[in-house]
């Protein structure tokens, strides 16, 4: 149990559940209640001619109370919504406790505590379905007061919308704010969508280490942790590409995955270092195939979650309504700048970098250097889907050289609202080219480059046995979630977001002291 000093209402809580207990009430009780019916379902099938009334059992957190005198309303908030409840001192006298209503319901009970409700629907003169209660069950007792919103004037005030707060407290943010639950269930249904068009196609859902000896399928810094048994470092996943690869090498036409990466990187508004990708390959396609495949799957979730391919972020409507609009990253470039990056060496994109206050490192290379050149310059300005294509050699290790120009892959990227939503490859499958490309990255690794790949030799190893041609495509969860909900935060899209630690009260008024203390 957290250790804090009670409050007062706290306190008063507590002694309201030691007196259910002496009363016989258990505040939590282990026996099954049996619900029969939700609060939106049951509004949505009242009749008002039903004879007899509809008989029915519901659970769930109150939320507010009205009493007056011998009658009350209660509004209480269950999985689906709220449904008022009418409670009658006459009614609601259980067993050979007479005095329900005044000794428990009206002194022990409170906003926030789980109560079981049996009775009858009906609507009130006032034209509200509600249910009479007959029998009232506490289910569980709530020691801390709700931050519940109130109104004045018809404007809210005291609701709990501080982002730090909200974050750390998901669960308070669930109860008292409506709207983020239906973040979250349009996520699940996003997901099912997903999975829904994945298998139309014949693909399987499969599942790969996340433990893994090398990290590999990306270009980040990983976590590292230790195995005690094995006695070997271990690295949490930066991408599951490489798996899946091999998956295909053993004969699977197509697989994907919803994994959990960890990358040891910033956080910010659209990164969190743990974060759900979806990857798919899909045998003897390329990465033509994969942009008709993925403008189809996202038309199909737009529609799926929010039964329009429009979809409000911010300032900008997005029209996920297929097909894309798609351009080569080097006429991207070339359209937003003027410099053509065809040919051009190291040191040119460099002075290029320097000349346009785009912030370099000395350990990038070509492919850096364009990815900086690209981010800086274009990424931001794509704000409808666009499929960027084609990049150069250096920045796609893990990618098939273009069939017309072998300085460039087969490669492609969608931007959405200003950020990477996608990126895909006809996959490189010749073993020999992609070990050279591998060492390549250990080349830049020696130059300083933190996220360069490590070469994966069992990897290597599976190729050799052959891989068909593949096409392969990874989509971030998190922010497709933001984009198809309207966030603009990624914070706002993950249930349990990486925060940094709590400070505890005591600790807070230490470093306030120390504030006015004088310094050395």
């Given at each position: 149990m957290a250790n804090h000093e009670l409050t007062e209402q706290e306190a008063g809580r507590r002694n309201s559940m030691q007196a259910l207990r002496e009363r016989g009430i258990e505040p939590y009780p282990a026996a099954e209640f049996p619900v029969s019916g939700h609060s939106v379902e049951i509004k949505e099938n009242f009749r008002d001619d039903a004879e007899p009334p509809r008989e029915v059992s519901v659970a769930g957190r109150i939320?507010?109370?009205?009493?007056?005198?011998?009658?009350?309303?209660?509004?209480?908030?269950?999985?689906?919504?709220?449904?008022?409840?009418?409670?009658?001192?006459?009614?609601?006298?259980?067993?050979?406790?007479?005095?329900?209503?005044?000794?428990?319901?009206?002194?022990?009970?409170?906003?926030?505590?789980?109560?079981?409700?049996?009775?009858?629907?009906?609507?009130?003169?006032?034209?509200?379905?509600?249910?009479?209660?007959?029998?009232?069950?506490?289910?569980?007792?709530?020691?801390?007061?709700?931050?519940?919103?109130?109104?004045?004037?018809?404007?809210?005030?005291?609701?709990?919308t501080d982002p730090e707060l909200r974050y750390r407290r998901r669960y308070v943010d669930l109860i008292v704010n409506p709207e983020v639950r239906q973040i979250f269930l349009k996520r699940t249904k996003l997901i099912n969508s997903m999975r829904?068009?994945?298998?139309?196609?014949?693909?399987?859902?499969?599942?790969?280490?996340?433990?893994?000896?090398?990290?590999?399928?990306?270009?980040?810094?990983?976590?590292?942790?230790?195995?005690?048994?094995?006695?070997?470092?271990?690295?949490?996943?930066?991408?599951?590409?490489?798996?899946?690869?091999?998956?295909?090498?053993?004969?699977?036409?197509?697989?994907?995955?919803?994994?959990?990466?960890?990358?040891?990187?910033?956080?910010?508004?659209?990164?969190?270092?743990?974060?759900?990708?979806?990857?798919?390959?899909?045998?003897?396609?390329?990465?033509?195939?994969m942009m008709d495949f993925t403008e189809r799957m996202l038309e199909k979730l737009a529609l799926d979650v929010n039964g329009t391919t429009r979809v409000k972020v911010g300032d900008n409507e997005i029209d996920f309504k297929a097909p894309f609009r798609r351009i080569t990253m080097t006429d991207a470039i070339k359209e937003k700048t003027g410099f053509d990056i065809?040919?051009?060496?190291?040191?040119?994109?460099?002075?290029?970098?320097?000349?346009?206050?785009?912030?370099?490192?000395?350990?990038?290379?070509?492919?850096?250097?364009?990815?900086?050149?690209?981010?800086?310059?274009?990424?931001?300005?794509?704000?409808?889907?666009?499929?960027?294509?084609?990049?150069?050699?250096?920045?796609?290790?893990?990618?098939?050289?273009?069939?017309?120009?072998?300085?460039?892959?087969?490669?492609?990227?969608l931007m959405v609202n200003g950020k990477e939503l996608a990126n895909a490859?006809?996959?490189?499958?010749?073993p020999i080219d992609q070990y050279e490309r591998f060492v390549e990255q250990m080349r830049l690794a020696d130059k300083g480059d933190d996220e360069a790949m490590i070469i994966d030799a069992d990897f290597i190893r599976a190729l050799e046995y052959g891989m068909p041609p593949t096409s392969g495509m990874g989509i971030?969860?998190?922010?497709?979630?933001?984009?198809?909900?309207g966030q603009t935060a990624i914070q706002e899209v993950l249930l349990f977001p990486q925060m940094r630690p709590e400070k505890s009260r005591a600790k807070e008024e230490d470093e306030k002291s120390g504030e006015n203390e004088p310094q050395d």
């Open positions: 939320m507010s109370r009205r009493i007056m005198g011998k009658a009350a309303f209660v509004e209480l908030q269950d999985s689906e919504g709220r449904i008022q409840i009418y409670v009658s001192r006459d009614d609601i006298c259980p067993g050979e406790d007479k005095d329900f209503y005044n000794t428990v319901f009206k002194k022990l009970l409170d906003i926030g505590d789980f109560i079981g409700v049996e009775g009858f629907v009906f609507r009130t003169r006032t034209g509200e379905i509600s249910i009479h209660a007959r029998k009232i069950t506490v289910l569980a007792k709530s020691l801390r007061p709700l931050p519940i919103v109130k109104m004045k004037d018809g404007v809210a005030y005291d609701a709990f829904e068009f994945f298998n139309s196609h014949g693909c399987i859902e499969v599942e790969t280490p996340v433990l893994q000896a090398i990290p590999g399928g990306a270009s980040a810094r990983p976590f590292i942790t230790h195995h005690n048994a094995l006695d070997i470092p271990l690295y949490l996943r930066i991408a599951n590409e490489l798996y899946l690869k091999r998956l295909i090498v053993g004969g699977f036409e197509g697989v994907y995955e919803f994994s959990r990466d960890f990358r040891n990187e910033g956080m910010d508004r659209t990164h969190n270092p743990e974060f759900t990708c979806m990857e798919i390959y899909v045998s003897y396609k390329d990465y033509n195939w065809t040919g051009k060496s190291e040191e040119e994109l460099r002075e290029f970098c320097h000349a346009n206050d785009i912030e370099v490192e000395p350990s990038m290379g070509k492919g850096k250097l364009i990815d900086e050149i690209f981010g800086a310059k274009c990424e931001g300005t794509y704000i409808q889907p666009t499929f960027i294509t084609d990049y150069p050699i250096e920045m796609s290790p893990l990618t098939k050289r273009h069939r017309d120009n072998p300085e460039l892959t087969e490669r492609f990227e490859y006809s996959e490189l499958n010749d971030g969860i998190d922010r497709l979630t933001m984009l198809m909900t």
